[in-house]
T-cell receptor, first 114, second 115 residues
Framework: AQSVSQHNHHVILSEAASLELGCNYS??????LFWYVQYPGQHLQLLLKYFSGDPLVKGIKGFEAEFIKSKFSFNLRKPSVQWSDTAEYFCAVNPMDSNYQLIWGAGTKLIIKP | GAGVSQSPRYKVAKRGQDVALRCDPI?????LFWYQQALGQGPEFLTY????????KSGLPSDRFFAERPEGSVSTLKIQRTQQEDSAVYLC?????????????FGPGTRLTVL
């Protein structure tokens, strides 16, 4: 069965530290890839997405993600985090043989210490 | 409103009660999705509508779960004879087209607690 793995369930960093959240998926075909963020008390919001082309995609608030097809990975990065980045981050995969289906990781809770 | 709205935001039900959860998608959005999110997990797909047609209900966990979208806009998720394992956040999402590659827009969710 198709699945998405997020390696860390909880990450605690200090402000200005660099961030990398891992995401791996199991699906052999072409995929669209997403990172969503859920700030405390708010709904899920799209952070960035990858369809095709440049495997390094840039999203809102200084986040970026790199698609490495050979590793089935789509890791999220930010060079210098801020306290306001405290949130839960979800990776999701849309297999191209399904127009609509999104398969979700379990999420990573990120806490930034001021 | 500009976003997806859901009501109620919180629902407490006694085991065996029926509940109805409402979703108002973004106006003009063709596709509507329901997800169930258990504590510490990502969203799990329940069902998908394209306009008023329910094209996929493979994620509904039992025949106690029923969803409808009769006029292709507002949707209701109904759970009959609620059980404790139904306790979760129920998320609704909509998208402009039938393709999720453009992303799905989420509502705030309904937190259901079954006692």
């Amino acid at each position: 069965a198709q699945s998405v793995s997020q390696h860390n369930h909880h990450v605690i960093l200090s402000e200005a530290a660099s961030l990398e959240l891992g995401c791996n998926y199991s699906y052999g075909g072409t995929v669209n890839l997403f990172w969503y963020v859920q700030y405390p008390g708010q709904h899920l919001q799209l952070l960035l997405k990858y369809f095709s082309g440049d495997p390094l995609v840039k999203g809102i608030k200084g986040f970026e993600a790199e698609f490495i097809k050979s590793k089935f990975s789509f890791n999220l990065r930010k060079p210098s985090v801020q306290w306001s980045d405290t949130a839960e981050y979800f990776c999701a995969v849309n297999p191209m043989d399904s127009n609509y289906q999104l398969i979700w990781g379990a999420g990573t809770k990120l806490i930034i210490k001021p | 409103g500009a976003g997806v709205s859901q009501s109620p935001r919180y629902k407490v039900a006694k085991r065996g009660q029926d509940v109805a959860l409402r979703c108002d998608p973004i106006s003009g959005h063709v596709s509507l999705f329901w997800y169930q999110q258990a504590l510490g997990q990502g969203p799990e797909f329940l069902t998908y509508f394209q306009n008023e047609a329910q094209l996929d209900k493979s994620g509904l966990p039992s025949d106690r779960f029923f969803a409808e979208r009769p006029e292709g806009s507002v949707s209701t998720l109904k759970i009959q004879r609620t059980q404790q394992e139904d306790s979760a956040v129920y998320l609704c999402a909509s998208s402009l087209t039938g393709k999720s590659r453009w992303g799905q827009f989420f509502g705030p969710g309904t937190r259901l607690t079954v006692l």
